[in-house]
């Protein structure tokens, strides 16, 4: 099947060349960093984590999101995701080659990478993420290759598979929820630390994964032939609305918890995040844009896809401004915001703003383009099947 | 130094090179521009008749440190010479950025050291003083419960948090779990800012984590820790066994009012400030 990444039209190589374009100039923004150290990046002593795990922390989210797709075709049995099933296993892939990458150039001395296999620790939950994002990996990859080949061969896939196939949905929910205990374990930490992030976690990346898909069929829809059909992706809708929603409960509790109980540590985030955090006489508030504009996407879009539901109107490009807003909304909220927020106000209590350098966005978006790479190879895959198929 | 005291420390800093050096000893003497060729023999030599001398002990050695901000108060000059002590003897290298500083030892406003103490109607010692943050060699140390490949970890004969270099990938998952922002990473190639080479302790490399040791090299030679040592005239910094109730240390424990950062944390700190 490897072989129908070689084929495609001329717009299909344009695409990937544009793509390689910005894996390269990622590239040797990675070289210099590799060889100067992490200096290079906006991050600091007091700012110890910045764009690549926020970044790492949202793909973990997309990668889990594939599940609101998978779930309810394999235990519900529901049809209509037949076609697209497999979208949600192919961008669960792509969305962990992404987070391992942002891994890998976050860590001060890659080259040494290997210690957290050859010293395994419990007792991390660095470790248990790295074990879960692997496993998850794995069984996508299989999953995907042999429901794919079967599909193609016009047989039922093996039974066996389907082992591997329930064992991806708890796995599924397991990659957020550890990626979301690497935050709220950790003492002194006051925005993080609750009991409810990994819920949300769990909330926002089953609207974000989902709208990705979406995004991703009308695209194809338009260019290469390949249509989900009108009923899936107003489910896809009915998905990403009720887990928007979630979403945004559970980020008012947080403002409940916050301003009710009137802790200064679990207010401070959220004044920076929201509505700027004075120190010192000077206040500090360069994400206040950004996060309202997360909020403002939020509803804009919820209220857009409930008008569709409620007038019953469906066209394309309304479905493609909602997916875009409510992606970009959930991205600056966790992709941002989540980790930024919470390290704004140092153990010592400093303030400190964080600016991504130049060098680390050109490695942050070529890390993006080699996902979207790979991710445009496996539907390129497995598009090319599903019109195989048609065409017998 | 009496006699008893000497020894103590010799066995406390031997335990705490038992567990460290025996790996690091060869790594660190491998690069002989950056090695100390001396203490490891030392610790090796006595580590082993000490270390389980000292190990009948029941509850064990932890050290502690008790800053008395008395004698530091309208004398800033005295944590100076502390800091200073503490980055010759650790080559620290001497980085003009709050971003990326490095700092084992450092003064601060009471208000950064003790966040959660009522800064309402301070009194004029704590309002107008700076205070020393160090690590705290906490009992239940939160940066080794994250760290995902055992790079740092407490010396059980000794309660020290301690770090292998050679060993950080540099995740820096520890400074996050820090809620004392105890740990400095290198984020670049630190030597060049290293203002006077000490070759009895090694430098670090980019990409790793490094903080407060409390001295585990000195205390192998029968020295205190540099900072104690350099206000030894003062008497503003005690250093010694919290749990051995004839220290120096218990005895100030025990005769004064102490606070510690961020009790409620349930870390545990072993540094303890007389306000």
Redesign the interface.
């Given at each position: 099947m490897i072989e129908k990444v070689l084929k495609g039209n001329s717009r299909y190589w344009m695409w990937l060349a544009i793509l390689g374009a910005f894996i390269a100039v990622g590239a040797i923004c990675y070289i210099r960093q590799f060889n100067?150290?992490?200096?290079l990046?906006g991050?600091?002593?007091?700012l110890?984590?910045g764009l690549y795990i926020s970044q790492f922390t949202f793909l973990v989210g997309v990668a889990a999101g594939g599940l609101m797709l998978v779930l309810p075709y394999y235990i519900h049995n529901y049809k209509v995701f037949g076609r697209i099933t497999i979208l949600g296993e192919f961008l669960a892939i792509s969305a962990i080659v992404m987070c391992l990458l942002f891994?890998m150039v976050?860590?001060?001395?890659?080259l040494?990478?290997l210690?957290?296999i050859?010293?395994p620790?419990p007792?991390?939950?660095?470790?248990w993420d790295?074990c879960v994002l692997l496993g998850y990996l794995t069984l996508n990859i299989i999953c995907g290759w042999v429901i794919l080949t079967s599909e193609r061969k016009q047989v039922k896939p093996p039974k066996w598979v389907y082992i591997f196939v329930y064992t991806s949905l708890p796995f599924a929910v397991s990659i957020h929820t550890v990626t979301a205990m690497?935050y709220c374990?950790?003492?002194?930490?006051h925005f993080w630390l609750t009991a409810i992030t990994a819920p949300r976690f769990l909330a926002s990346a089953f609207a974000a994964g989902p709208a990705l898909i979406a995004l991703a069929c009308l695209i194809m829809k338009r260019f290469a032939n390949f249509d989900a059909g009108k009923e899936a992706m107003n489910k896809l809708t009915t998905i990403i609305m009720y887990a928007a929603l979630i979403n945004a409960f559970f980020v008012c509790l947080e403002f409940f918890v916050g301003y009710y109980s009137n802790i200064p540590g679990h207010k401070h985030s959220l004044d920076y995040l929201f509505f700027g955090l004075e120190h010192h006489g000077h206040v500090y508030n360069n994400l206040v844009p950004f996060m309202w504009t997360s909020v403002f996407l939020c509803f804009g879009s919820l209220a857009l896809f409930g008008y569709m539901k409620i007038a019953k109107v469906y066209t394309d490009t309304l479905m493609a401004i909602g997916c875009i807003a409510i992606f970009i909304a959930l991205w600056l909220d966790k992709g941002l915001g989540f980790v930024m927020g919470g390290l704004a106000v140092?153990?010592?209590?400093?303030v400190v703003e964080y600016y991504p350098t130049a060098n680390e966005i050109g490695i942050t978006l070529g890390i993006w383009a080699t996902g979207f790479f790979v991710l445009t190879m496996l539907y390129k895959i497995a598009v090319s099947v599903e019109h195989e198929v048609e065409g017998h | 130094m009496d006699k008893k005291r000497r020894k103590f420390l010799k066995v406390a800093g031997a335990t705490a090179l038992a567990g460290i050096s025996a790996p690091a000893v060869v790594k660190l003497t491998s690069t002989p521009a950056l090695a100390s060729s001396g203490h490891g023999a030392v610790a090796e030599g006595q580590g082993n008749s000490d270390a389980s001398h000292k190990q009948e002990t029941p509850s064990g050695v932890r050290l502690g440190m008790v800053f008395d901000m008395r004698k530091f108060y309208g004398h800033p000059e005295l944590m100076d010479k502390a800091i200073n002590a503490c980055n010759k003897a650790h080559n620290i290298p001497q980085i003009d950025s709050?971003?990326?500083?490095?700092k084992w030892i450092w003064r601060?406003p009471f208000?950064?050291?003790f966040?959660e103490h009522s800064a309402y109607h301070a009194s004029e010692s704590t309002e107008n003083n700076d205070f020393m943050?160090v690590c705290n060699h906490c009992d239940e140390p939160?940066c080794v419960?994250?760290?995902?490949?055992?790079?740092t970890f407490v010396l059980e004969k000794s309660g020290i948090v301690a770090m292998d270099y050679h060993?950080?990938?540099?995740?820096?998952?520890c400074?996050?779990?820090?809620?004392?922002?105890a740990r400095?990473?290198?984020?670049?190639?630190p030597r060049p800012y290293i203002k006077e080479y000490n070759p009895e302790f090694p430098t670090r490399m980019?990409?790793?984590?490094e903080k407060c040791n409390f001295c585990g090299e000195r205390l192998a030679k029968g020295l205190e820790p540099a900072c104690v040592e350099a206000l030894k005239e003062v008497g503003a910094i005690t250093f010694g066994d919290l749990n051995d109730p004839d220290s120096e240390i218990a005895k100030i424990l025990r005769e004064n009012h102490t606070i510690q950062r961020?009790p409620a944390?349930?870390?545990k700190p072993s540094v303890f400030y007389i306000v």
């Open positions: 100067y150290g992490m200096g990046t991050m600091g002593r007091d110890g984590w891994i976050d860590i001060g001395q890659p040494r990478a210690n957290m050859l010293h620790t007792n991390s939950m660095l470790f790295m690497l374990g950790l003492p002194g930490r140092s153990p010592l209590e400093e | 709050k971003k990326s500083e490095i601060a208000n950064n050291v966040p943050a939160p419960r994250v760290c995902p490949t055992k790079a060993r950080c990938i540099g995740c820096r998952f400074m996050m779990g820090c809620p004392y922002g400095s990473f290198n984020w670049f190639d980019r990409g790793v984590v961020k944390l349930g870390t």
